[in-house]
């Protein structure tokens, strides 16, 4: 069973960086999409990029292409999100999410395992 835990969240100023990191534990990545979500109360779940963890093909969200970086270390067996330029809009609790199949698919209800999510707001 798949185990992910979020970590790196946090208060950052607009134009600053975070990076967010994923803790995969209990099974092997092998097949598997992993991907970042973020959601704001009241909205519904928006994703934001994903990986495939065996090949590295990469799939982004238009509203943060060029801003947001996602990367997986298989040694560490941890993924990460560096987002830079950040927006107040990006103030959303971030999910990592986990998936059997390819990347390109942007819906949650194709992911079925989650971690717990992280808090970051973007403000001054």
């Known amino acids: 069973q798949v185990q992910l835990v979020e970590s790196g969240g946090g208060l950052v100023q607009p134009g600053g960086s975070l990076r967010l990191s994923c803790a995969v534990s209990?099974?092997?990545?092998?097949?598997?999409?992993v991907g970042w979500f973020r959601q704001v109360p009241g909205q519904e779940r928006e994703f934001i990029a994903a990986?495939?963890?065996?090949?590295?093909?990469?799939d982004y969200a238009d509203s943060v292409k060029g801003r947001f970086t996602i990367s997986r270390d298989g040694a560490k067996n941890t993924m990460y999100l560096q987002m830079n330029s950040l927006k107040p809009e990006d103030t959303a609790v971030y999910y990592c999410?986990?998936?059997?199949?390819?990347?390109?698919?942007?819906?949650?209800?194709?992911?079925?395992?989650w971690g717990q999510g992280t808090q970051v707001t973007v403000s001054s």
């Open positions: 990986i495939r963890w065996t090949g590295g093909s990469i």
């Open positions: 209990g099974s092997t990545l092998s097949g598997f999409t």
């Open positions: 999410a986990a998936r059997y199949g390819t990347v390109g698919y942007h819906a949650g209800n194709l992911y079925n395992i």
